[in-house]
């Protein structure tokens, strides 16, 4: 058998089973009947998360290695500062994008290169030639291995987007166990006013499409570092 026969014969295969109705599922998580109770239902499908920050950071950690996420956790936002400075020195960058916010408070010093800031007005074909993005975030999630990031709180839409490698700060407590905790930090965040961009970062870009063999950077930055402090 071929291999287009063998696609042929498993969409055969498939299309023997009876499809259920859209919304007529006999699963219980179908039609929570509270929030409460659809968080409870989405812990049956995904990773469970110890109650210590210590399980957090594990859980992370391993997330992370298996996305190919640099996770480096360092004690002090001037460890962190260094951290990136080395990356900066191994990687020979000559130009990096960032923003204002707190977290990223003395980094343009610590590199010393030429900085392009998103929080005005600026030329995308810049944003295209900076090697790196450097941004905060709202929170890291200890379940999926992902950054959550807004147009809010990562320096608009492009910064983590364009850039070849994103380079993420962030503190300890910024962890969360797991999914609906995240949303549950954008709703208490933003509730009334969300941003124009929320998105999950769970490792660089990827895409399996050509003969399922995974290439990094396809659709974004090939590389993602998360600085923790």
Not at 174 to 197: E, I, T, W
Not at 203 to 228: F, M, N, Q, W, Y
């Amino acid at each position: 058998m071929n291999e287009r026969e063998n696609i042929l014969g498993r969409i055969r295969e498939a299309l023997s089973v009876p499809a259920p109705v859209p919304g007529a599922h006999d699963h219980p998580s179908a039609h929570p009947a509270s929030e409460a109770e659809a968080a409870k239902h989405i812990g049956e499908w995904l990773p469970s998360v110890g109650p210590s920050l210590e399980d957090r950071i594990e859980l992370f950690r391993s997330n992370s290695a298996d996305l190919k996420t640099d996770f480096r956790l360092v004690n002090s936002r001037e460890e962190a500062l260094a951290q990136v400075k080395e990356i900066a020195a191994s990687e020979g960058w000559k130009k990096v994008a960032s923003h204002a916010d707190p977290m990223l408070e003395g980094i343009d010093a610590a590199l010393g290169l030429p900085v392009l800031k998103t929080d005005g007005g600026y030329n995308v074909c810049d944003m295209e030639q900076c090697d790196a993005g450097i941004s905060a975030c709202d929170a890291l999630v200890a379940q999926t291995g992902s950054v959550l990031v807004t147009s809010r709180s990562a320096g608009g839409r492009a910064l983590s987007v364009l850039p070849p490698h994103h380079v993420v700060i962030a503190r300890r407590d910024q962890l969360v166990p797991d999914l609906p905790a995240a949303f549950a930090l954008l709703k208490q965040k933003y509730a009334g006013n969300y941003p124009s961009l929320i998105s999950f970062i769970t490792g660089p870009s990827r895409t399996g499409d050509i003969e399922r063999i995974l290439v990094l950077g396809a659709h974004g930055p090939k590389k993602v570092t998360v600085v923790c402090y």
